[in-house]
């Protein structure tokens, strides 16, 4: 069983920034793709950001240009800089692995930006 534990959430005041990571219990080489998923209250969840171990990566229009996404294999942690946040990108924040056969997900950390 695989473990993702996310950190980094918080209340932010619009245009700043913070930094999502997920620590993985396992290697994060041995998954076909990582990624940050996020919920807002009354909607669905949706991707974010992803990376395949290809070493493609794919962004959510909403957040092009804002958000990047990066890993640290020494570390299994994967990371999401988010800066520039909007109200707009308050939601709860999943880390997501996929190895192919199996998904998994992280608790979720809630991220607020409101001034």
């Known amino acids: 069983q695989v473990q993702l534990v996310e950190s980094g959430g918080g209340l932010v005041q619009p245009g700043g920034s913070l930094r999502l990571s997920c620590i993985a219990s396992?290697?994060?080489?041995?998954?076909?793709?990582m990624g940050w998923y996020r919920q807002a209250p009354g909607k669905q969840r949706e991707l974010v950001a992803e990376?395949?171990?290809?070493?493609?990566?794919n962004y959510a229009e909403s957040v092009k240009g804002r958000f990047t996404i990066s890993s640290d294999n020494a570390k299994n942690t994967l990371y999401l800089q988010m800066n520039s946040l909007k109200p707009e990108d308050t939601a709860v924040y999943y880390c997501?692995?996929?190895?192919?056969?199996?998904?998994?997900w992280g608790q979720g950390t809630q991220v607020t930006v409101s001034s």
């Open positions: 997501h692995a996929n190895n192919i056969v199996n998904d998994y």
């Open positions: 396992r290697s994060i080489v041995s998954f076909y793709s």
């Open positions: 990376v395949r171990r290809v070493g493609s990566t």
